[in-house]
């Protein structure tokens, strides 16, 4: 999904993201050091930032922090000022959008100055100096190129292509890989496949789950695995969600945490339980009053996540997928909404895939006959979202929680894989759940549930 601010790539906007790239990317700062000229900048405060740049990664061959910057440029003040306003207010560009918009960048700006020139030399010099000036700009544009070409250049990328192979390698390496749902028979059935990429959506009636089963996911992420969770609440209070992850963090009652009813001494102790914790979550709510939230606010909630805790997540969680339009802008009717749907599948898909996370998303099933759901038979499939197949199309993972009231009443619940792209369904199976600790997946009653069944 190509979902960003919309930049201008000769504003000051675009020219503040890139070198904030350039602050967290060294591919990219070798790339503006080397082909970003200081003529080519728009003022004496982004020549000046540019120069500190320049001149400190010439000399170490590594990326100044923003401290070093800050000092280097202490004297000039409207470029602390720029500088400042970079780190507080810029975004972190995509490789690939940043090869070709710096392209297009120096292409434009020099296009501006040979038109230029070439009128100053028309009415100088005549007409064939004036064609001379324009045809070396546009040989010069011809070939001038920061993307691949089809002839690549072995010995003169041979610095540039090094520092993107690193760049690759170490975001690589440093992403943790994802492998657990925190489900002991989904886990099993995955067999530790890497859910980095990949999108999954967990399908039920109201009042059966969803929510609890991505609270489950991020608190297990976060508090097992170490992880960094970023969850995105679109239904409910901001309170709600909050004071229930954390009362699952350390297995207390949700009504007396949210009462604030638990004992000093056990408030110490949870305080002291929490410190071990090595993830981050963290918990991004939007107002529900005339609301609208698109698939771009989930792109720019990642990367505002990003740029203030200088990491990425690595797991988002959106309760509940249902609620979201897609990119495009467009106002859909009622019957527009199946179309909608599957747009709004098809984004975060692409998103998971971009940004490498795994994409988790509830939603909720069109039935809502009781008396089908308590036939124990029966259980939820594609064809119980509102799209059928349309909308499972994208998803990685399609997992329904089934419910009857008898069910409800034990505190239990059938677990069905609706679609898996990588491992087999299976028949559905049987957990046991305590809502009243805000725990979704209880290993122990749901042991002994299978011992009883077998």
């Not at 009128?119 to 001379?132: H, R, S």
């Amino acid at each position: 999904m190509a979902a960003q601010r919309e930049n201008n790539l000769l504003t000051e906007e675009f020219l503040e993201d890139l070198y904030y790239t350039c602050m967290n990317n060294d591919y990219i700062l070798a790339l503006v050091v080397e082909h970003l000229e200081p003529k080519l900048l728009p003022d004496r405060e982004f020549q000046t930032l540019h120069k500190a740049m320049r001149d400190y990664y010439k000399k170490t061959k590594r990326i100044p922090s923003f401290s070093v910057l800050k000092q280097s440029i202490a004297k000039h003040r409207a470029a602390v000022e720029l500088l400042d306003r970079i780190d507080t207010s810029a975004y972190i560009i995509e490789v690939d959008d940043a090869l070709t918009q710096l392209e297009t960048y120096i292409k434009q700006v020099k296009f501006q100055q040979a038109y230029k020139e070439v009128g100053e030399l028309y009415n100088k010099a005549g007409f064939e100096e004036a064609d001379k000036r324009l045809q070396a700009y546009q040989e010069w544009a011809n070939n001038f190129s920061l993307i691949s070409a089809e002839f690549v250049d072995v010995v003169g990328s041979f610095s540039t292509r090094f520092k993107a192979n690193r760049q690759k390698h170490n975001s690589a390496s440093k992403r943790t890989p994802i492998t657990r749902f925190y489900i002991d028979e989904l886990d099993s059935r995955n067999n530790g496949r890497n859910l980095r990429g990949q999108l999954s959506c967990f399908l039920a009636p109201s009042g059966v789950g969803k929510s609890h089963i991505a609270r489950w996911i991020g608190k297990n992420a976060c508090q097992i695995d170490g992880l960094n969770v970023l969850h995105i609440q679109l239904e409910g209070s901001e309170a709600e969600v909050v004071d229930a992850y954390a009362a699952s963090l350390v297995s207390c009652s949700s009504f007396k945490y949210e009462t604030g009813t638990l004992r000093d001494s056990e408030v110490a102790q949870m305080e002291e339980m929490l410190k071990s914790v090595s993830g981050r979550l963290h918990v991004k709510s939007y107002p529900k009053f005339n609301a609208q939230v698109s698939t771009i606010d989930i792109y720019n909630a990642i990367q505002d996540y990003k740029k203030r805790y200088n990491c990425q997540p690595d797991v988002v969680i959106i309760d509940s997928m249902d609620l979201l339009t897609d990119s495009s802008g467009q106002h859909y009717t009622e019957k527009g909404e199946r179309l909608k749907r599957i747009k709004v599948a098809n984004d975060l898909k692409d998103l998971a895939s971009d940004e490498n996370v795994w994409m988790v998303v509830t939603y909720q099933s069109t039935i809502e006959n009781q008396e089908w759901l308590n036939d124990e038979k029966n259980v939820l499939t594609a064809y119980n979202t509102s799209e059928a197949k349309g909308l499972c199309r994208p998803l990685t993972h399609l997992i329904t929680l089934n419910q009857s009231s008898r069910e409800e009443k034990e505190n239990t619940m059938r677990i069905h894989i609706a679609k898996s792209r990588f491992f087999k369904k299976g028949e559905p199976f049987k957990i046991a759940t305590d809502y009243e600790h805000e725990t979704f997946y209880d290993r122990q009653r749901t042991m002994n549930i299978n011992k009883l069944t077998a």
